[in-house]
């Protein structure tokens, strides 16, 4: 009787092995919702150009020029920049409160021809994003209406924080960053999930630009930015005023959102060549690439997950 049982272990006991192994092979595997190889999570790449028109101040009206380049560097048809809207240190509203006469903005929108509408609030409340986003919608259905936040100005958050006299960006570490822009991301967001839901439809979007720069700002930190010594490197001011690095991450964090595509690969773009950075310029424009699309795929509001 001993001998059949050690008979019957000695079949057994292999034979379950085998079948948890090929069940387990065969078994369907989680899949990494966050990963950008999973495209079946992700909507569909735009491939026609868009009708564009632009509303912003100093950290966003270069935008299009930016995203203008990055759409001829990736061979898509027929991108229009239809206009745009410059106004120093502005708030959407100011744009909106534009004469009608001279308001091209609206102007543009109620031609019906404009396919994107950009626009870069510094803080909230701003009623021109609601402002601007119905009149839109009167004249076309299918717009959409992307929302650059800004990386906040002297890195603090004006609203409940006093300016200080003297700003040094080098001082300050990747989790103080994330701290003080808290309550700027969660406001936006809130702000654009409440007028999505007043439109009943995924009107509007969030290009995360302050977010990836962050994340650059924590790899200059740990040394890992090709060309980039400190973060002072970004900019030409206190204020927060973005040089060529900065200004590249910001276009391809908007081409990202704008065309629902990844940017990694494409050439370097012309404003990158600004910086003049010899044989670092390959590296830090796929790290720049890399960290605009993981910034788009991460936010909850880029409209990349359908």
């Not at 999570?41 to 491939?47: D, G, N, R, T, V």
């Amino acid at each position: 009787m001993l001998a059949l049982h050690r008979s019957l272990s000695r079949f057994l006991i292999p034979a379950v092995a085998l079948f948890v192994f090929v069940s387990c092979s065969l078994a369907p595997k989680a899949q990494d919702k966050s990963s950008p190889v999973n495209s079946s999570k992700l909507a569909e790449p735009i491939a026609q150009g868009q009708r564009v028109f632009t509303c912003g101040h100093s950290f966003h009206v270069w935008v299009p020029g930016i995203v203008a380049d990055l759409a001829k560097l990736a061979e898509i048809p027929q991108h229009v920049q239809v206009g745009t809207s410059s106004i120093g240190g502005s708030r959407t509203i100011q744009h909106w409160d534009i004469p009608e006469e001279k308001n091209t903005a609206k102007t543009a929108l109620k031609t019906g021809k404009v396919d994107v509408l950009t626009l870069s609030p510094i803080f909230l409340p701003d009623p021109g994003i609601e402002n601007f986003t119905t009149l839109a919608l009167e004249h076309n259905k299918d717009i959409r209406v992307i929302v650059q936040p800004i990386w906040l100005r002297w890195d603090i958050y004006e609203p409940t924080t006093k300016r200080p006299a003297i700003v040094d960006h080098n001082a300050i570490t990747g989790e103080e960053l994330r701290l003080r822009h808290a309550e700027h991301f969660q406001k936006m967001d809130e702000h654009i999930r409440e007028l999505n839901k007043k439109f009943g439809k995924t009107v509007l979007s969030v290009a995360p630009a302050p977010q990836a720069v962050i994340a650059l700002r924590e790899k200059i930190i740990a040394g890992q930015a090709p060309g980039l010594k400190v973060q002072e490197d970004l900019f030409t001011d206190q204020l927060g005023h973005g040089k060529p690095p900065l200004m590249a991450l910001v276009g391809y964090c908007n081409y990202a959102v704008i065309y629902r595509r990844s940017p990694v690969g494409l050439p370097v773009p012309a404003i990158l060549k600004q910086a003049k950075l010899g044989d670092q310029e390959e590296s830090l424009n796929h790290l720049l690439q890399e960290l605009a699309w993981d910034a788009a795929l991460q936010h909850p509001l880029s409209g990349l997950r359908p």
